[in-house]
């Protein structure tokens, strides 16, 4: 028995319906775009006609990257490892947040971004950023709420906005995160099939079309039987520049080459692992070749025997000779140069159907000639990547997160980003940033690969505290939250890669700093930091949220003050009052009640760039005074503060 509905039909989104059948391209996510149903019926649109891609919540979704918060992020020293020396960071809360607060901080410095953003598969929880907040379509009770009721919503695909909803979340994300790339950075999002094309036109467009480099197909597995059409195997990694002509050109490192297989099997014979080649016959005017290059050279047919009563095998008949066809044609070397490289075994001959050089006869000879090139001398040229990746299936993801006993699906495999970083040439001291982290598999690539060229590449880890479901096995397993997940797993990957390579803690940063997104430490009367004048300090009542500490308060100017946050720190007590010291001096910090006199002078007399106190430190307002003239004539360079 059916119940009745109490609802009449709705009409129009039969409408609709009918008329996406017969034009599917004038009807998107429901709505009819009747410009281009006019175009369709012959009807001539005038007007300004650009192509733009767009999407319901376009314009908010490009505001909202532009609009300021008041937010903070929280050192949490105990969550953290190694946090004196550390110059990782593992950041918890919304990314559009947190990249925000990063702008000024990181602006320009990140030399590669890799996310994997949900893929919008229709089961995926995609995060509602603020500005959606007021819409009723989405109440509670429609169950797409994720368990915790927080801004997290199951993405399904019937809801209206499906594809809007996603490209909305992701497109304030892409602007921000352009910003802080560096002039050489790169930008590598992996995606999967269903949001593919809207991903590229989104980047296009905030990151720019012409900074385009291409985009790689994955193998995530082979087989499988989902779907009714095709069972997907295969994700992909679009990838852009910051600027391509500041890019470093993508080459494969050495050692991959060696084992890549590039020749077939008759070619390769006669080479060992690691040899390549390359014809040794040339044309003249691709080498401005001199004479001494055109010569007969014999080939290895000729025969050997040993005479009777000797041990030596002596030649019996001489081997054919070869010489480049053309009268153009030479060899790469003068004679002498070839005879003493013959001597070396740097000449390889192969037999082949299709020879391109000639006999004295003229007849066209069965050797083709070639010269070896070693890898070890061919240090400074790398294989360029081709745009297919097939040794990093997704399975592998999972085992190595298996191995280190961590509950999480779906994690990219480490290979996948160790990999990427070493053809895209992200080395040293570079700063790796994924926003949408996981399990964190970047921070364990980053770890890995450190490991493996002793490089002092850093990670910033960016995570939604994500309740884990309660029928999960992280849930099971006592990991309430993603970063949990991904703090413990940044933990166990730091120790097994150092047991691995046999690393001591100095060698290797497996560290991280932890801090946490939260509201302003400032109560509500607060003028930004650039709106203070020295008479504006003197009037205003300057308010610090209690529960806030010293390091809340330090770490919330170093946002203000666009520093970045994984410098070293110390603190000391001056006068009995604690001072804590930012990076030799980049910051010096005092947030202590009535600070001395005393005090002030100690701090300004070490000449720091910055120097910052606390309203309440002062008791008159001729005390605050006091402060500026004291710094005014110890240290007048020094930017101060008084929040
Ligand atoms: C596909 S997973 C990334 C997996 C990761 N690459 C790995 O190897 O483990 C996407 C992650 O992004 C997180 N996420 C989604 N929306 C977010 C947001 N607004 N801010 C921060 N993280 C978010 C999810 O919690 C999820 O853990």
Redesign the pocket.
């Known amino acids: 028995m059916t119940k009745p509905k109490f609802k009449t039909k709705n009409l129009t989104t039969e409408n609709i319906a009918k008329l996406a059948k017969l034009f599917p391209n004038v009807v998107t996510e429901g709505k009819v775009n009747f410009d281009l149903l006019r175009s369709v019926l012959g009807e001539e649109v005038h007007g300004d006609e650009a192509y733009e891609f767009t999407w319901v919540g376009k314009r908010e979704a490009i505001a909202e990257a532009g609009r300021p918060i008041r937010k903070t992020l929280r050192p949490c020293m105990e969550e953290s490892k190694n946090w004196d020396t550390t110059k990782n960071l593992y950041i918890e ?4 947040d947190i990249l925000k607060l990063l702008q000024e901080s990181y602006l320009g410095k990140v030399k590669m971004v890799y996310i ?4 919008n598969t229709g089961n995926d ?3 509602r950023d603020d500005f959606k907040q007021s819409r009723e379509e989405y109440n509670e009770k429609s169950g797409m709420y994720g368990e915790e009721r927080d801004r ?1 919503f199951k993405n399904t695909d019937t809801n209206g906005r499906f594809h809007s909803d996603w490209c909305s ?1 992701i497109y304030p994300r892409l602007v921000l995160a352009r910003n802080v790339l560096s002039d050489d950075g790169i930008i590598f999002i ?1 995606i999967g099939s269903n949001e593919l094309e809207n991903l590229k036109k989104m980047c296009d467009e905030a990151i720019g079309e012409s900074n385009f480099v291409g985009m790689i197909s994955r193998l995530m597995k082979s087989g499988g039987n989902k779907g009714r059409f095709f069972s997907p195997n295969i994700d992909y990694i679009l990838v852009y520049a910051k600027n391509p002509l500041s890019a470093n050109d993508f080459k494969l490192p050495l050692d991959e080459n060696a084992t890549r297989k590039l020749y077939s099997k008759t070619e390769t014979k006669g080479l060992r692992k690691g040899e390549k080649y390359r014809p040794f016959g040339l044309y003249q005017s691709s080498l401005d070749a001199r004479p001494n290059q055109r010569y007969y050279i014999e080939c290895p047919d000729g025969t050997f025997a040993i005479p009777p009563g000797e041990t030596m095998p002596k030649k019996r008949s001489d081997g054919s000779k070869v010489i480049p066809q053309s009268n153009d044609g030479c060899w790469r070397w003068s004679v002498d140069r070839y005879l003493q490289e013959k001597e070396n075994n740097n000449l390889l001959f192969v037999e082949s159907r299709e020879g391109v050089l000639i006999q004295p006869s003229g007849e066209k000879s069965k050797w083709n000639v070639y010269t070896k090139i070693w890898l070890s001398d061919r240090v400074e040229e790398g294989q360029t990547p081709t745009n297919f990746i097939s040794q990093f299936e997704s399975r592998h ?1 999972a085992k190595e997160l298996k191995e280190l006993d961590i509950p ?1 699906d ?3 495999p480490v290979g996948l980003i160790k990999y990427i970083m070493s053809f895209a040439g992200i080395k040293e001291n570079d700063i790796i940033l ?9 921070a364990h690539a980053v770890m890995q690969l450190n490991a493996e060229d002793g490089g002092n590449r850093k990670f910033v880890m ?3 505290p ?1 309740i884990t479901s309660k029928k999960s096995e992280a849930f099971k397993a006592g990991y309430k939250n ?1 970063c949990e997940i991904g703090k413990e797993r940044i933990r166990r990957a730091g120790e097994k890669v150092k047991a691995e390579t046999g690393l001591i803690e100095q060698n290797l940063d497996t560290g991280f700093r932890v801090l946490k997104l939260d509201d302003t430490n400032m109560t509500d009367v607060y003028y930004s930091a650039n709106d203070y004048t020295q008479d504006l300090v003197l009037q205003m009542e300057v308010n610090i949220k209690s529960d806030r500490t010293d390091m809340d308060l330090l770490y919330g100017c170093l946002l203000d003050w666009g520093l970045p946050l994984s410098m070293p720190h110390t603190h000391e007590k001056i006068d009995d009052f604690t001072v804590h010291t930012y990076n030799e001096g980049d910051l010096i910090a005092c947030f202590e009640d009535h600070i001395s006199e005393r005090a002030i002078r100690e701090i300004a007399g070490r000449n720091p760039l910055r120097a910052v106190f606390r309203d309440s430190s002062f008791t008159s307002s001729p005390e605050k005074i006091n402060v500026f003239e004291i710094f005014k004539l110890l240290s007048p360079t020094t930017n101060v503060k008084v929040i």
């Open positions: 809360g919304d990314n559009l994997d953003p949900p893929y929880f995609v995060y997290l979340m992996s993801g999480f779906f994690p990219k994924d926003f949408f982290s996981g399990s964190a598999t970047t960016v995570q939604l994500e993603i």
